[in-house]
């Protein structure tokens, strides 16, 4: 199964609450933490809402 692996990168301190709230629900609260997220559409938009925020990048994982 493809996943992503996604890692907070900037602050969203000053950033708008929609993008914050993006973030939280992709489970990024501090800077550096990286978490690895199926990649499905949903969670691809996600990543396209942050872009200038975290860092992105498919694996291959197998669970």
Do not use: W
Request: aromatic share 2%; with cysteine.
């Amino acid at each position: 199964m493809k996943q992503l692996r996604i890692t907070l990168v900037k602050s969203p301190i000053g950033r708008p609450e929609k993008q914050r709230k993006v973030l939280r629900g992709m489970g990024l609260e501090k800077l550096n933490k990286t978490v690895y997220l199926n990649s499905t559409p949903e969670i691809r938009g996600m990543v396209r809402k942050v872009s200038h925020l975290v860092s992105a990048e498919e694996c291959e994982m197998d669970i």
